[in-house]
């Protein structure tokens, strides 16, 4: 379950279950489409999520800093391709 509340400027969101419990009782956790929960309190929190992923299976962690970002990328799902849509051009 999941509940969110309002006061002035901040965002409350508070999970029943801790995530991680969920995935460890699931035979096949990422077949839940748990990120959602995560895609919903970025967007209610209003977190830019410039960098996205094509998957779930894939884990994407963001280092922002003054001049350039980092990007790490995990691809859980094996041979499975992963796409990494960037908003803007970049330099490798």
Not at 48 to 58: F, I, K, P, T
């Given at each position: 379950?999941?509940?969110?509340?309002?006061?002035?400027?901040?965002?409350?969101?508070?999970?029943?279950?801790?995530?991680?419990?969920?995935?460890?009782?699931?035979?096949?956790?990422?077949?839940?489409q748990l990120h959602r929960v995560y895609k919903?309190?970025?967007?209610?929190?209003?977190?830019?999520?410039?960098?996205?992923?094509?998957?779930?299976?894939?884990e994407l962690q963001v280092y922002r800093g003054i001049v350039a970002d980092l990007l790490i990328l995990v691809n859980h799902g094996g041979s499975s391709e992963v796409t990494l849509k960037i908003p803007r051009d970049v330099e490798s």
């Open positions: 379950m999941l509940t969110m509340a309002r006061r002035g400027n901040g965002l409350a969101i508070l999970l029943i279950m801790p995530i991680e419990i969920v995935f460890m009782r699931s035979d096949d956790p990422w077949s839940l919903v309190a970025m967007d209610e929190a209003g977190i830019a999520g410039d960098y996205r992923v094509s998957m779930s299976l894939a």
